[in-house]
């Protein structure tokens, strides 16, 4: 399942890294590097938009991601994970009664990371399994989290709009997504009409990833509704 997630974090390296391991995962980020750019989002994001939850850093440059926390919670039940490099046990214990979640102090580790938002998540009703970010089929290895695809031992060069596309269809492989879902997820939800788009961008990806590609044994096309990559044996 993907996540729209409103990451809040002034430090441009971890919303970088955040940012890069939440997209492996398949979630949807919307980073933000202060209060005001976390204000901005929330108040023009559409329904479709809006977030499921909030990483948020406490120490911004314009505030404290407090006064946020304080915010969403005179009208939300958004999920909302405090990150933050203060350990202090009082502020810990005020910004959790105060409405926080969770409180995960840095540095942390991504799995650590995405075990907390699944707690959080399935404590507001929502249940959230790890994402698949490995897959294996006969000459085929993608290790999505090293950004890595190889094919008979041999490293492929992806394009980055490649790569999230096979990465997308690896994360539901042997299910059929549908050509919207791929759109939407790949280009953004302006695009759902642009089929050309993923015909072209199968097309790539067959010919450096199948060993005959007008004859697709792993990319296959369910025709009028999407595409499916083929499920790993056993």
């Known amino acids: ?10 430090d441009r390296e971890l919303r970088r890294t955040l940012r890069e391991a939440l997209e492996v995962e398949g ?21 479709e938009a809006a977030p499921q939850i909030v990483l948020l850093d406490l120490g911004l440059p314009d505030g404290e991601g407090a006064t946020l926390l304080a915010e969403l919670r005179r009208g939300s039940t958004l999920p909302i994970i405090v990150i933050s490099a203060r350990e202090g ?14 409180y995960l ?15 959080a998540l399935r404590h507001g009703g929502l249940a959230l399994r ?9 000459a085929l290895l993608v ?12 490293e492929v060069h992806l394009t ?21 879902t791929l759109l939407a997820e790949v280009w953004g939800p302006e695009f759902t009409e642009h089929t050309h788009y993923l015909r072209l ?31 790993p044996p056993g």
């Open 105 to 119: 102090v840095k540095p942390f580790s991504i799995g650590e990371l995405l075990a907390r938002m699944r707690v």
């Open 1 to 10: 399942m993907s996540l729209r997630v409103l990451l809040v974090e002034d």
């Open 160 to 180: 980055p709009t490649e790569f999230k596309l096979l990465a997308r269809l690896v994360r539901s492989a042997g299910q059929v997504v549908t050509h919207r």
């Open 27 to 47: 979630h949807r980020v919307a980073a933000a590097a202060s209060l005001a750019d976390a204000r901005a989002l929330l108040a023009h994001a559409t329904a």
């Open 143 to 154: 290790d999505l989290a090293a950004h890595r695809v190889q094919r008979e031992g041999q």
């Open 89 to 102: 046990e009082v502020q810990k214990i005020g910004l959790l009664d105060a409405g926080a979640d969770d």
């Open 201 to 231: 961008y199968m097309g790539q990806l067959r010919a450096k990833l199948e060993a005959v590609p007008a004859e697709p044994q792993l990319l296959l096309t369910e025709p009028g509704v999407g595409y499916r990559l083929a499920p």
């Open 130 to 138: 790890p994402a698949v970010t490995h897959y294996a089929h006969g």
